[in-house]
Every structure is written in C-alpha cells, then in structure tokens.
C-alpha cells in the first residue's frame, strides 16, 4: 500500500523558518517525481514546487520561489521543503504528492502550517 | 502562466448527472486530470488523461476534452459524491507544469 506520511508542520512567526518531510513507503520512491501542493484555509489547491526522480530538475510556483527548497533523499524515501521567510499567506495544509506523467497518483494527508504572530 | 476556471458550485439531486467544466485556452490540446475532495480529506484522482478511471473508481464517474473545454461528468449522482472537484493540466513545457482548476463545490440536494 502506498503511504505519503508528512510532518514538521506546525506554528511559526511571520520571517521565521520550517522544514517539512514526507516518508513515502510501499513504492520505488526512487523512480518517482514528487511535488509539494499547498491548499490555504478555504481555498483551492496550489500548486508548490516539483522535484524529478534523481533531483535534476526542480521547479518552484513563483509565491514560493527564493524562499522555499525543495529536495529529496532517495535512499531514505524522503522529500523535503524548506520554507524561509515564512509569511501569513504561507499558511495552508501542505501535502506531499507522487507524479506519473504530469498526473498526482497518490496524496498524503498534509500538515498544517500557521505562519502568525 | 495558464489558467484554469471552474464553475463555483454545481447543484444536483441524488440519481440525476452533475457535469463540472473545466476552462482553459485549448485545453484539448493537454491531459487533463479531476481530483475529488471531501471536507478535511486529501484529494483523490477520479479521472486522468481526460477520461480513464483509477482502479476502484466507479464507473459513475467520466471524462471528456475538446477544444476550450473539459468536463467530469457523474452520473446517478449519490450522497457521498457531495465533495470538491479540481481539473489539472500538466505543461512538461514550462517551469510552472502543474496547474490547478479554481475547484467546484458539488452539492448533492
């Protein structure tokens, strides 16, 4: 069965730092593509950053980009994102997601993230 | 960057068929993919590539694409389709691939 486990969310101020995990199971997470997707309070899903199989390619939503990385370690079916400078519009359920050919099989079930004061 | 619009809420009595647009400048030249959300769940693919079926998604639910336009249809609509549904496209193109609908509220009268 395949299992997308997030953690690291959790509250912080605004201009301060969180790293998400996520540790995929009963899969090849090593031949897979993963993205993060982030949904605010209410709102609709947004799309976050993107990372290929062997980490060679990586794209960022431009809300993101310069603050947020994203990264993997395949040997310990792990992906990543660390987010700096955190702002309120940062807050949001964030899942982790695999991809096969542009198309999101799998989610987990997201951490939350409060970015206040 | 793309954009993709959805009508806001569809409204549908049990046993009749919803359909939810998708809108995109020609859309029917891409894949097109609907997720189902259910309040304080994750998403989960219903339709990929315009009209094929995860395993373990009834038949109810399908797909079509042409020109500015995609649509999920459901059919015999029941209780427990009453969620959030999103169209996404995939741009292999463009340093912004991924792109989400604006998302539809089905609710089942």
């Known amino acids: 069965e395949v299992q997308l486990v997030e953690s690291g969310g959790g509250l912080v101020q605004p201009g301060g730092s969180l790293r998400l995990s996520c540790a995929a199971s009963?899969?090849?997470?090593?031949?897979?593509?993963m993205n993060w997707v982030r949904q605010a309070p209410g709102k609709g899903l947004e799309w976050v950053s993107y990372?290929?199989?062997?980490?060679?390619?990586?794209y960022y939503a431009d809300s993101v980009k310069g603050r947020f990385t994203i990264s993997r370690d395949n040997a310990k079916n792990s992906l990543y994102l660390q987010m700096n400078s955190l702002r309120a519009e940062d807050t949001a359920v964030y899942y982790c997601?695999?991809?096969?050919?542009?198309?999101?099989?799998?989610w987990g079930k997201g951490t939350t993230v409060t970015v206040s004061s | 960057s793309y954009v993709l619009t959805q009508p806001p809420s569809v409204s549908v009595a049990p046993g009749q068929t919803a359909r939810i647009t998708c809108g995109g400048n020609?859309?029917?030249?891409?894949?097109v993919h609907w997720y189902q959300q259910k309040p304080g769940q994750a998403p989960v693919l219903v339709v990929y590539?315009?009209?094929d079926r995860p395993s373990g998604i009834p038949e109810r639910f399908s797909g079509s694409n042409s020109g500015n336009t995609a649509t999920l249809t459901i059919s015999r609509v029941e209780a427990g389709d009453e969620a959030d549904y999103y169209c996404?496209?995939?741009?292999?193109?463009?340093?912004?691939?991924?792109?989400f609908g604006t998302g539809t509220k089905v609710t089942v009268l």
């Open positions: 590539d315009d009209s």
């Open positions: 996404q496209v995939w741009d292999s193109s463009s340093d912004h691939p991924y792109v």
């Open positions: 020609n859309i029917g030249s891409k894949s």
């Open positions: 990372i290929s199989s062997s980490s060679s390619t990586i």
């Open positions: 009963g899969f090849t997470f090593s031949s897979y593509s």
């Open positions: 997601a695999s991809v096969v050919q542009g198309v999101i099989k799998f």
